[in-house]
């Protein structure tokens, strides 16, 4: 069982910290490309 656990720990960190990557390359490359969506969104989620 605590197999388990730990190996769902561990999946669960490894797709937290991708998605986190991928978001930020995400808004990195919109940004590049000057689109004002992000931004938009940006500003309702500082909100």
Excluded: P, Y
């Amino acid at each position: 069982m605590a197999k388990t656990n730990r190996r769902e720990f561990v999946r669960t960190v490894a797709t937290a910290t991708a998605a986190t990557f991928a978001g930020n390359g995400l808004i990195t490359a919109q940004e590049r490309k000057g689109e004002g969506r992000v931004n938009r969104m940006r500003l309702v989620g500082n909100d």
